[in-house]
């Protein structure tokens, strides 16, 4: 287990930035794969606004997601400790990311079709989840529970050892 106090500023640096270049990343490869999904995967069927619609956009939504992920504290969590109030704080960041988009969109006066907005922020929401569970998942998926076997464990029950 790894305890993040015992880690140097340095480490977490390292390990915020590489998050935050990963979470960079997928939003923008959500984003156009939400637009690829709108016209059925074919890239000549997009409009040229569209393209220049998402060149314009798709870096904001991800440069604000990632300031949003780190004030609800996703950069500050431990890997190995990921678990069901992490994804909740995922889902809240999307949304207010979501909310922001369409603020951005209402006083810009922005042209994306609508599914765009809506498969964009599930595709990154689900990136972003992949992303902090992928660690515990694959030393799960490696490592095991890592439980001693049922036939060599003995349990004892120890009495009066509180205060």
């Known amino acids: 287990m790894i305890n993040l106090k015992f880690k140097t500023n340095r480490q977490w640096r390292e390990r915020v930035i590489i998050m935050g270049i990963g979470d960079y990343l997928c939003t923008l490869i959500s984003y156009f794969l939400a637009l690829l999904v709108r016209h059925d995967f074919l890239f000549s069927a997009i409009e040229p606004a569209f393209i220049e619609g998402y060149i314009r956009t798709a870096p904001i939504w991800a440069a604000v ?3 949003v992920l780190y004030l609800f504290k996703l950069y500050h969590s431990i890997w190995s400790m ?51 569970f992928s660690y515990r998942l694959l030393r799960f998926r490696f490592r095991g529970f890592n439980r001693p076997q049922p036939d060599k464990q003995r349990r004892i029950m120890v009495v009066g050892a509180g205060a």
């Open 82 to 132: 990921a678990s069901l109030p992490e994804m909740y704080r995922i889902i809240y960041a999307h949304l207010v990311q979501g909310v922001f988009c369409v603020l951005f969109v209402l006083l810009t006066d922005l042209r994306m079709p609508r599914s765009y907005y809506v498969m964009g922020a599930l595709f990154s929401a689900l990136c972003t989840t992949l992303i902090r």
């Open 65 to 67: 997601l990632i300031v």
